[in-house]
């Protein structure tokens, strides 16, 4: 085999090696969402956002809320009566749960008005 050839080979192998390992990663992360609620905050132009708006869970249940700003700023997700709130440092993630039935609106402690809609929804059933 000529070095050329064999330098193909190893780099066709390296690159099945990782399409495979990025298809693992990504099963998990949807397995992962389906049985545990997310809350990601995002940047979206000025705004940030809550995303999705409107999230299920049930009571108890470990609801993850993620933090993807680039810009590197602390978020919140607090009940507009702060009957909950956890803060969320940077490219990071915090486990919520809320212990009684409702449907709440929650907003970001840190930039009230910075974030678009305003007011997050969850349904704790
Ligand atoms: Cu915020």
Same mark, same amino acid.
């Given at each position: 085999?000529?070095?050329?050839?064999?330098?193909?080979?190893?780099?066709?192998?390296?690159?099945?090696?990782?399409?495979?390992?990025? *298809?693992?990663?990504?099963?998990?992360?949807?397995?992962?969402?389906?049985?545990?609620? @997310?809350?990601?905050?995002?940047? *979206?132009?000025?705004?940030? @956002?809550?995303?999705?708006?409107?999230?299920?869970?049930?009571?108890?249940?470990?609801?993850?809320?993620?933090?993807?700003?680039?810009?590197?700023?602390?978020?919140?997700?607090?009940?507009?009566?702060?009957?909950?709130?956890?803060?969320?440092?940077?490219?990071?993630?915090?486990?919520?749960?809320? *212990?009684?039935?409702?449907?709440?609106?929650?907003?970001?402690?840190?930039?009230?008005?910075?974030?678009?809609?305003?007011?997050?929804?969850?349904?704790?059933?």
């Amino acid at each position: 085999m000529f070095a050329g050839m064999k330098l193909a080979v190893a780099i066709a192998a390296i690159a099945g090696l990782s399409f495979t390992a990025v *298809e693992i990663v990504s099963q998990d992360e949807a397995r992962a969402q389906e049985g545990n609620p @997310t809350i990601t905050i995002t940047n *979206e132009g000025t705004y940030y @956002t809550f995303s999705p708006a409107q999230l299920d869970a049930k009571v108890g249940q470990p609801i993850t809320v993620v933090n993807n700003d680039r810009y590197g700023g602390v978020h919140s997700v607090t009940e507009k009566n702060r009957s909950f709130s956890v803060d969320v440092p940077p490219q990071s993630s915090k486990t919520l749960t809320v *212990e009684k039935a409702g449907n709440y609106q929650y907003l970001c402690d840190w930039h009230t008005d910075a974030h678009e809609p305003k007011y997050g929804s969850l349904n704790v059933s």
